[in-house]
């Protein structure tokens, strides 16, 4: 898929001054081989409102989402696993600790001046209350494929569509059922759309 490449390589390209060599690898590693939904979602949502999603700026929207996920997922799996109880010299394990921190951080940059800033604050003071919690559901994926389509459907200079927490919820409970968060429904696009017409109520 075109987008995923593009996402792919968006994401890449944030991470490209990163230093020292040896996190900013560990980093690029992690976006090689993950899948790209959240990237993936934001830019079929600019496209589902009209806009041009081959963009540089559009692009960079697709980034900081992905980031965000990648970072927080990283940290989900680090909290769950707890490497650093089977390595004494902890040198992965706090690779990993920082490339997660530095991959949020720099995903916020990226958002910060756009219309989805609010949204990816909210997603990671959500991260934040269901890990205290021990939540264990699909809430992450809930709240950042919310925050792609919040991201891409104001691209454009749009509210946010009514329904979009609703879609989000559906896409993670598909993504949930079928123990996959690489692919996207093949109806995702058409949904979008239809998302896309519903006038902002606000309220969601």
């Known amino acids: 898929m075109e987008e995923a490449v593009r996402a792919r390589g968006a994401a890449r390209e944030a991470i490209g001054d990163i230093t020292p060599a040896r996190l900013r690898d560990y980093i690029d590693e992690l976006l090689e081989s993950s899948g790209i939904v959240p990237g993936v979602l934001t830019l079929l949502s600019v496209r589902a409102v009209g806009g041009d999603a081959g963009t540089s700026a559009v692009e960079r929207r697709a980034a900081g989402v992905q ?14 696993d707890e490497p650093w109880n089977a390595e004494p010299p902890h040198t992965e394990s706090n690779i990993a600790v920082l490339a997660a921190d ?13 219309e989805a800033a609010g949204t990816a604050v909210q997603t990671v003071k959500a991260f934040g209350r269901n ?7 699909n809430a992450l994926e809930t709240d950042v494929f919310e925050l792609a389509i919040v991201a891409g459907t104001t691209a454009t200079g749009r509210d946010r569509p009514a329904g979009t927490r609703r879609y989000a919820e559906q896409l993670a409970g598909a993504a949930d059922e079928h123990e996959s968060t690489t692919n996207l429904p093949d109806d995702t696009e058409e949904g979008l759309v239809k998302l896309s ?7 969601e």
């Open 67 to 80: 980031l965000i996920y990648e970072g927080l997922q990283l940290t989900r799996r680090l909290a769950y």
């Open 102 to 114: 530095v991959m949020v951080s720099r995903g916020f940059s990226l958002l910060a001046r756009t």
């Open 131 to 137: 890990q205290t919690e021990g939540t264990t559901s």
């Open 197 to 203: 017409r519903r006038r902002p109520n606000h309220v």
